[in-house]
């Protein structure tokens, strides 16, 4: 009798570690979307709220779309106006199969210096450019104001739980930027 009662000791000892190992990726996992997506952020809103800086030239964004941006200011804080692009590559995974394959590089360009590749899990980068009265606007100088949405997800699946979860841990960032110098 002591011998099955050991047994089924055993195994719930091993059933409470495997959840608690499960608890813990799943964590470490989430840990790692938040990080890189609040990393992402800092760097993308400061460099958009720079657009502008110092730059005496009437159009100081040129070039928009949905998902690359090209304008000018002093990005780098030395007093020479720079250029600065991103743009998220929309054909290319970063992961292949089983990994994440709706993650997509974003690419940063200073100047004319190589692309940075910022491989920090977007699924979506997505740009709206907004006038003085925050309406979506194509008119390169009455840009007031950018919106800008990010979906940044894990780059491997963990648990699938339920029959519509995908296993890959996501997050949402969504912000306004209005840079000083778009006045």
Do not use: H
């Not at 779309?65 to 590559?89: C, E, M, P, Q, R």
């Not at 929309?90 to 210096?113: C, D, H």
């Not at 840009?143 to 739980?161: D, G, M, N």
């Amino acid at each position: 009798g002591s011998m099955i009662i050991g047994g089924i000791v055993m195994v719930m000892i091993l059933n409470v570690n495997s959840n608690y190992i499960t608890m813990q990726g799943k964590q470490t996992l989430s840990k790692v979307v938040q990080s890189n997506a609040t990393a992402a952020a800092e760097v993308l809103e400061n460099d958009l709220r720079k657009i502008g800086y110092r730059c005496t030239d009437s159009i100081k964004i040129k070039y928009i779309d949905s998902s690359k941006i090209i304008a000018l200011g002093d990005f780098d804080d030395n007093g020479v106006v720079d250029s600065l692009k991103y743009y998220l590559d929309n054909t290319t995974p970063v992961y292949s199969s089983p990994g994440n394959n709706r993650i997509r590089m974003l690419y940063r360009v200073f100047n004319t210096q190589a692309p940075s590749r910022i491989n920090l899990g977007f699924s979506r980068f997505r740009l709206w450019y907004l006038d003085s009265l925050e309406t979506e606007t194509a008119v390169l100088t009455k840009i007031r104001s950018i919106k800008v949405a990010l979906q940044f997800e894990s780059p491997y699946k963990f648990q699938t739980t339920a029959q519509y979860d995908t296993g890959f841990y996501s997050l949402y960032w969504e912000r306004i930027v209005k840079p000083k110098n778009l006045k």
